[in-house]
Every structure is written in C-alpha cells, then in structure tokens.
C-alpha cells in the first residue's frame, strides 16, 4: 500500500515543480520589472532614438557648413522675394496659391 500512495505523491510533487517552473519562467518573460520583453522593446527604442540622433547630426552639420558660408547677393535676393513677399520698383508681384 506504500507504494500506491507514493506514485500520486511524486506526480503531484513533479507536477507542482513543473508548473512553478512554467510560472517563473512566465513571470521571467513577461511580467517582470525588467522582463525579457521589456528589454527588447527597449532596445528597438534605443535603436530608433540612435538613428535620429544620427540623422539630427548630420543635419546640424549641414547648417554649420551653410551658415558659415556667406549667402552670395541672388540667394538673398530669393529669399527676400520668396519668404518677405518683397519686390523692387516698377514690379507688380502676383501670388498664386498652392
């Protein structure tokens, strides 16, 4: 009779351990602080944010070379034409609408 009632004992006890393993393991992946799937949303971020600082340095790059090249007279001139809406003497200026 011993031995009957130690069978169930030992499949309760193995089947107890393995569901504690599945609910560590579970509660590793997931639910966690700093979960598996955390971290590796975390570091798609990271990925992302370092691209665009990447990107904003070479656009800041590009502003530094631009700026410290001095506008020539016709680039001024566009400018003042296209952004101010300014004209010289004698021109009639027509907007057209985008």
Sequence with gaps: ??????????LSR???A????VVGALWFV?????SLAKRQRWSREYEVVQAENERLRKEIK????SVEVSPTDEEIEKIA???YGMRRKGE???RIAE
């Design 81 to 83: 034409r296209e952004q």
């Design 30 to 34: 997931y639910f966690d602080t700093f």
């Design 18 to 21: 393995l569901a504690l393993a």
């Design 62 to 65: 590009a502003l530094k070379v």
């Design 92 to 94: 009639t200026v027509y």
């Design 14 to 16: 193995t089947f107890l």
């Design 1 to 10: 009779m011993a031995t009957k009632t130690a069978v169930p004992t030992r």
